[in-house]
């Protein structure tokens, strides 16, 4: 079946550093896609979006590049910082006005001192 | 403020029982949602209402019985609770955005259930 995202794999950063975590899905249908940040005991927190008519999107010290192409999608963050330790997941919407998201398995990012 | 909230925020019970996690939203959205994490962090949307309305059933047990009384609130109750129940289950809501399309969803801080 299609599936978004990996294994939940782990990322370990040096604080300061750049981050990038990685998402592929496989739905060529799939036109929004949504980057959330889950801490420790909370709910998934929005962090950004991007629709498929848009190949990069920049908010606050973090930027999503979308390849339709190879069907991946990326999100950096600039500038690690302890407090960007997390589990981030990406999620896709297939087009369904409803806003069903399918989401990947996440990655869990350590920032390290 | 609390945006999308849910209770209990821990819920321990025995196999067999029923039990119920109540979500309310402040936000003046028109579509809430329920999702199911298991232990590997995996989210799995089970549930949608919007204006008191079911409109995404996923394949789900039907001991499992959603019901909203406003487009407020969205609660979830369970039947005959079993072991593989055990989960986080987070409530969510959104709202029509430009093109008529419900996108953005605002997660609640979950409830960590656990079956014994």
């Known amino acids: 079946g299609e599936s978004v995202g990996l294994h939940l794999p782990t990322l370990s950063v040096q604080e300061g550093d750049n981050s990038i975590i990685n998402c592929a899905y496989s739905n060529s249908a799939s036109d929004y896609f949504i980057w959330y940040k889950q801490e420790s005991g909370k709910g998934p927190q929005f962090i950004i979006d991007?629709?498929?008519?848009?190949d990069k999107r920049q908010g606050q010290r973090v930027t999503v590049l979308l390849n339709k192409t190879v069907k991946h999608l990326s999100l950096q963050i600039a500038a690690t910082q302890p407090g960007d330790s997390a589990v981030y997941f990406c999620?896709?919407?297939?087009?369904?006005?409803?806003?069903?998201?399918?989401f990947g398995a996440g990655t869990q990012v350590v920032v390290t001192p | 403020d609390t945006a999308v909230s849910q209770t209990p925020k821990y819920l321990v019970t025995q196999m067999g029982n029923d039990k119920s996690i109540k979500c309310e939203q402040n936000?003046?959205?028109?579509?809430m949602y329920w999702y199911k994490q298991d232990s590997k962090k995996f989210l799995k949307i089970m549930f949608s209402y919007n204006n008191k309305e079911l409109i995404i059933n996923e394949t789900v047990p039907n001991r499992f019985s959603p019901k909203s009384p406003d487009k407020a609130h969205l609660n979830l109750h369970i039947n005959s609770l079993e072991l593989g129940d055990s989960a986080v289950y987070f409530c969510?809501?959104?709202?029509?955005?430009?093109?008529?399309?419900?996108?953005?969803?605002?997660f609640g801080p979950g409830t960590r259930l656990l079956v014994l």
């Open positions: 969510a809501s959104s709202q029509v955005g430009s093109g008529g399309r419900r996108e953005t969803q605002y």
């Open positions: 991007i629709r498929s008519n848009m």
């Open positions: 999620a896709e919407n297939k087009g369904d006005s409803w806003g069903k998201l399918q």
């Open positions: 936000l003046g959205h028109d579509t």
